[in-house]
């Protein structure tokens, strides 16, 4: 992955350039079909991902409804990255929607990156707390509006 295709993704945007080159020696390419699943949920999560080419779905299997989509992530979107702040397994599952380029992160290697660079660490762990705040008050919102749909029925 190229360092300045790296800066596009808003997780990575407020990196130097040495540290754009240090993420991109620690991120592997891997390349998925359509539909092919990238991780399910309950799994044990060691990774996160960066979506070079593609859409990747993010969904959640509902009893008696079947799967609900969440989202549908494009390039220079990234999931998978709560598995690298905690050690819970997956909250949802991840299938490729189309065929998809990805670079892959492992936790080991991102954590010792940081250790070694504070000020990367710094940056990272701000942007993923604004990343999991606004994630947050977006699923806030759509079950607010459910709970108003469905009182209407």
Known sequence: ????????????????????????????????????????????????????????????MVPGVGEEALAILEPGSYFGEMALIDDTPRSADATAHMPATLYVIQKADLEELMFLHKDLAYELLWTFVRTLSARLRETNDKIKAFFALSARF
């Open 1 to 60: 992955m190229d360092p300045a295709q790296l800066k596009k993704i808003p997780l990575f945007a407020n990196l130097t350039t040495d540290h754009l080159s240090k993420v991109t020696a620690i991120a592997t390419q891997k390349l998925v079909r359509a539909n092919e699943r990238i991780f399910q949920e309950g799994e044990v999560g060691t990774e996160m991902y960066l979506i070079a080419s593609g859409k990747v779905r993010i969904s959640k």
